[in-house]
């Protein structure tokens, strides 16, 4: 583990001394307890985001979090174009409440997007600054210097003042000039090259500091025992038995939170084993081979309408011949390899949190109301943990740790188990899609309706379990993310409705897991295009390209670079069924993202076993339209794991549960991809340095689904329209026309 006291004291011994524009120490994101000068984190100021130390050494303060995804090199590369200076000289302070400016929660794609885009220009302003106060000092014009390297001077290898000279121990208070102008993009020297992701060397190697691998000084172990039926009550503990277990320091008990605190690991793991606790017996949950009707008979308190054109009513009325057909998506949980870790401490009123949430800033508002303290009081401190893909429970372990830290008076580690992770962590809701078309006599589309089930609720927090189980202030509503995202369609027809019946209620806690909304409403989308494409003999690449708005040029270009690069032959759709055991196909999808940001086209090449129905997606092709570049191999790797993950999400994964409680508790019951099963993929870049970056992180992910779907209509001729595509699904549909929905 990571002991954050040597730390301190080698970053002391080092003499380390941070003079930049708010005299900040650096590594401070770890050094909780060092440090008492305030820096400014006023999203407006040069200050938030960067120091510069007297040997030119420079400090960015990201409220954006790399989870894993590279975006910390991708940070550093663009501080350092606008800065003029070598990425090995910037370092990365990131999700520390009390250093970083709140930049939002780390989700949607946008840590480039926005995050970055504030980066770069609190580096340009600082640039211009400072080539300002070198031009008094040297006693030239503006418009006769440069910068290289962090040196500016009116030539390469002229004498001139590095940063570090000019800052000195001065603070600039310069406010982010929003209208500064960035680099040209034919100036760029960092920005769009492929540099090596900083983190993967410790990683690959084991040096890396998980959250998982973190401790402080006088830190007790604690784990929580959960209720054994999600609504389950607390009757009685008998503390008795497990008096005997050494370590054991305390049995904690806060209403219907339940908890065992000690002195190792190893001690409150056996006590939550051996405790004995009386709870209540709870139901409520329906049958999960009914969760469909269930979904469906749920009172819908609104519908909003995401698009509207024409009027589609009239049209599917006079249609000569309707298509209708109903997609769900399965209930799926984060999965991350490592469950989720905590540390919290409480000294001297002020609350402490290490925890690996993607939200640090969001998370320290709901301490904040959880323990009655005035945000300033509380500090929540980023570090990486082992996976993340959107809320999961590190959220909930930290809010586990506060509450047993202020009960304790020491720094309490809580550490989940798996089936913790698997069981409590929140759940991306259960998704159910209608979709109907209407035709004209000569089978030519007219009209396109789309109505999606998914819960109600509004941006914001998921209400922590601790707080919720002792009666502590939290939320009182839901959060499931952007569940209507992609609702709309990226295409041109005479009449289009789209919209959303809002659920009171769904079954889990629900919130965001990776490309949330967009996934489910594109495989519905792009899968029911297909079968569009079906009833009128229609090719599919060619259906989308006549189909999508003739303005969007960026979008055909995607298509029209897919069919080259995946050698795509026009015909038949699908092609006739095979006899053989194995047969193939390849199936298309695309979308663009939000409809206003990136653009992403994908074929799969399929193999389905018509023996025991199982799929094995050999070879995916991709097309990426992200606008500007920032790391092209951190790109690359991004679209490369959205395919893996998604894959996994498309033929495996689904929440298992009875009506008490969640009951696919491992790996076992909730199976994810096997390395053999990873498929070649082919990525073509579509790189525009003159456009804004647009985002990659969860884009790919939501097409993945829709392209296995059409190739295994392409192989078989059968339509699979329930997630995930389980070989007994596939067994079901093989058995039955083509039409059949499974």
Not at 112 to 120: A, H, K, S
Not at 418 to 440: C, N, S, V, Y
Not at 672 to 697: D, K, S, Y
């Amino acid at each position: 583990m990571f002991d954050i006291s040597s730390s301190r004291r080698g970053f002391l011994k080092g003499g380390a001394v941070v003079v930049g524009f708010s005299l900040l120490p650096q590594a401070a994101q770890l050094l909780a307890q060092t440090g008492t000068q305030e820096k400014s984190v006023d999203i407006d100021q040069v200050d938030a985001f960067l120091a510069i130390d007297k040997t030119g050494q420079v400090t960015v303060f990201s409220g954006k979090v790399d989870l894993g995804t590279g975006v910390e090199t991708a940070l550093a590369q663009m501080a350092a174009e606008e800065l003029d200076v070598a990425i090995e000289r910037i370092t990365i302070v990131q999700g520390d409440t009390a250093l970083t400016p709140d930049q939002g929660t780390t989700y949607g794609s946008m840590s480039i997007t926005n995050g970055g885009l504030q980066i770069r220009q609190a580096a340009a302003t600082a640039r211009q600054a400072l080539i300002a106060k070198a031009a008094v000092r040297l006693k030239v014009g503006i418009d006769r210097l440069q910068v290289t390297n962090g040196v500016i001077s009116t030539a390469p290898g002229a004498p001139g003042l590095s940063y570090g000279e000019l800052v000195g121990g001065d603070q600039l208070n310069l406010p982010i000039a929003t209208t500064v102008v960035l680099k040209d993009a034919t100036q760029y020297r960092s920005i769009g090259k492929s540099a090596a992701r900083r983190d993967i060397p410790p990683k690959v190697t084991g040096d890396f500091t998980y959250m998982q691998d973190f401790k402080v000084p006088e830190m007790l172990h604690a784990r929580v025992i959960r209720p054994p039926a999600m609504g389950a009550t607390l009757v009685s503990v008998d503390e008795a038995s497990v008096k005997d277990i050494p370590g054991l320091l305390k049995v904690v008990r806060e209403g219907n939170f339940l908890a065992v605190v000690g002195k190792t690991e190893w001690s409150v793991i056996q006590a939550m084993r051996t405790l004995s606790a009386s709870w209540t017996n709870w139901t409520g949950l329906p049958e999960q081979e009914k969760l469909w009707e269930h979904v469906r008979a749920t009172p819908v308190t609104n519908t909003e309408v995401s698009s509207k054109l024409g009027d589609t009513g009239a049209a599917l009325g006079s249609a000569h011949r309707t298509l209708k057909s109903t997609y769900d998506f399965a209930i799926h949980t984060h999965g991350s390899i490592g469950p989720s870790c905590a540390i919290a401490q409480f000294k001297d009123g002020d609350l402490t949190c290490w925890t690996a949430s993607q939200g640090t800033h969001a998370l320290r508002r709901q301490l904040a109301v959880m323990f009655k303290l005035d945000p300033k009081n509380v500090r929540a401190i980023y570090l990486e943990g082992a996976g993340c893909y959107g809320r999961n429970g590190n959220e909930d372990a930290a809010a586990d740790a506060a509450l047993l830290a202020k009960i304790m008076n020491k720094p309490v580690r809580v550490q989940w188990m798996r089936a913790d992770e698997h069981g409590w962590d929140p759940k991306g809701p259960p998704t159910l899609i209608d979709m109907q078309a209407g035709f004209d006599a000569d089978n030519h589309l007219i009209a396109w309706q789309s109505d999606f089930f998914v819960p109600d609720g509004k941006p914001g927090t998921v209400a922590l379990i601790a707080a919720d189980l002792s009666g502590m202030p939290h939320e009182d509503f839901i959060s499931p993310g952007g569940v209507m995202g992609n609702s709309g369609i990226p295409y041109r027809f005479a009449n289009i409705l789209t919209q959303g019946h809002r659920l009171a209620n769904t079954p889990f806690r629900p919130a965001w897991i990776r490309s949330p909304g967009r996934m489910q409403n594109t495989f519905a989308n792009e899968s029911f295009l297909d079968e569009i494409a079906a009833v009128e003999g229609i090719d599919p690449m060619t259906i989308r390209l006549e189909s999508i708005d003739p303005t969007d040029l960026r979008g055909a270009e995607v298509l029209q670079r897919l069919a080259t690069i995946s050698k795509w032959q026009a015909g038949a759709y699908p092609r006739p069924a095979g006899t053989d055991e194995t047969v193939r196909g390849r199936g298309l999808a695309y979308v663009k993202y939000d409809l206003s940001k990136t653009y992403v086209a994908m074929v799969a090449d399929v193999e389905v076993n018509r023996k025991t129905g199982k799929i094995l997606a050999r070879k995916f092709y991709v097309t990426h339209d992200c606008g500007l570049v920032i790391n092209p191999d951190g790109t690359r790797n991004q679209i490369e794991g959205c395919i893996v993950q998604t894959l996994s999400r498309t033929l495996r994964e689904e929440l298992k549960f009875d009506q008490a409680t969640v009951t696919s508790r491992d790996w076992a019951s909730y199976p994810i991809l096997t390395f053999p099963e990873v498929p070649e993929i082919e990525i073509e870049l579509i790189e525009r340095p003159t456009e804004p970056p647009l985002g990659v992180g969860e884009i790919a992910a939501a097409v993945v689904c829709a392209a296995v779907g059409n190739a295994v209509f392409d192989a078989t001729g059968v339509r699979l329209r329930s997630i995930p595509f389980t070989e007994a699904k596939v067994l079901a549909a093989l058995g039955h026309t083509a039409s059949t929905s499974v």
